[in-house]
């Protein structure tokens, strides 16, 4: 039995069909069956467009301890199509403070972080960042659910970093739990949730969290300065507001110097990151690729030399795989 025709390929009959009466009766009118026919395409891919990724949830199990983990990052194992599949994963939602200093990245997020908390010395960021790991740790010992489309989170991982939302034994929230803690705060990209709440109605609620949480002292709060806090912050938002003329995000974006964005793999959600770039012009470059410099951006359209020579430092060039270098 003949499956029926899906609701974007009857469009396509509609348009072919009403195409060829149009250019029938009007065929002498060049210039307007040209504008027809660019019309009737754009009609064709906007129907024919794949509906946006949904959340996919599956079992999981957190695999062996690696060097790049910490409280909100972690490598677990998922049953994916009837396989075990290793995954990167890092929370949507919060951010745990940082447990290293290894570079200038680091460095900078962590002094922003010490800042957020109220937090004089840098190293208080990283002991309770090292104990928000030994946490989360914890709390993963047990099987637990893993929710995610899959959407790149970049970082430090060499295997692709993917954001997820975790479910832990005992139906709680993993990123509540840290935030609740005093291990994590509420910052970071937001989704809506498996339950159906709204993620930015989530985030308000863990913004809540994270209030009760100072005021009982919990975790890194613990340590916070409050006469220092307001100026700190201010601090703070003078270097999102500077970083923020380049990267969506400032300070705490996954793109910086030390971590660019790679025009050739990037998804358009992370080149979206980027200031100036927005749906169209994640677009352009995309279909553009694949490209060999940096310099290859001017073939894009609508993608001036001012906006190349801004973003330059945030961009990186990867050969796609299969490409010849």
């Given at each position: ?32 069956i040209l504008k027809l026919s660019f019309f009737l395409t754009a009609i064709i891919q906007i129907t024919s467009a794949k509906p946006a990724a949904k959340l996919q949830s599956y079992q999981g199990t957190l695999s062996p301890a690696t060097a790049w983990a ?256």
């Amino acid at each position: 039995m003949n499956a029926r025709p899906t609701t974007s390929r009857k469009c396509e009959i509609a348009c072919f069909f009403v195409a060829k009466c149009v250019i029938f009766r009007y065929s002498t009118h060049v210039h307007f069956i040209l504008k027809l026919s660019f019309f009737l395409t754009a009609i064709i891919q906007i129907t024919s467009a794949k509906p946006a990724a949904k959340l996919q949830s599956y079992q999981g199990t957190l695999s062996p301890a690696t060097a790049w983990a910490d409280g909100d990052s972690f490598p677990v194992s998922i049953m994916r199509d009837g396989k075990n599949e290793e995954i990167s994963a890092r929370l949507y939602f919060v951010d745990c403070p940082e447990t290293t200093s290894a570079n200038d990245n680091d460095a900078t997020r962590l002094r922003s972080q010490a800042r957020y908390f109220g937090v004089e010395t840098a190293t208080d960021v990283l002991q309770v960042g090292k104990a928000a790991t030994l946490r989360t740790r914890e709390l993963l010992a047990k099987p637990f659910k893993v929710h995610t489309k899959f959407s790149s989170a970049m970082g430090r991982s060499r295997k692709k970093r993917v954001y997820v939302m975790i479910t832990l034994h005992d139906n709680r929230d993993l990123a509540a739990v840290l935030v609740q803690e005093g291990l994590a705060r509420a910052f970071g990209l937001s989704h809506s949730r498996p339950d159906g709440v709204e993620g930015h109605e989530y985030k308000n609620m863990l913004s809540d969290m994270e209030l009760g949480a100072a005021i009982k002292k919990q975790g890194i709060w613990a340590k916070s300065d409050v006469e220092q806090l307001v100026k700190m912050r201010a601090q703070v938002r003078r270097e999102q507001q500077e970083l923020s003329k380049f990267v969506r995000g400032g300070a705490f974006s996954a793109i910086t110097k030390e971590n660019p964005v790679d025009i050739n793999n990037a998804t358009r959600q992370e080149l979206k990151l980027l200031h100036g770039i927005g749906d169209g012009l994640s677009h352009q470059i995309v279909i553009n690729r694949p490209y060999k410099s940096i310099d290859d951006l001017h073939r894009v359209k609508g993608l001036g030399a001012t906006t190349i020579a801004r973003l330059r430092p945030y961009l990186t060039v990867k050969v796609i795989a299969g490409e010849p270098k």
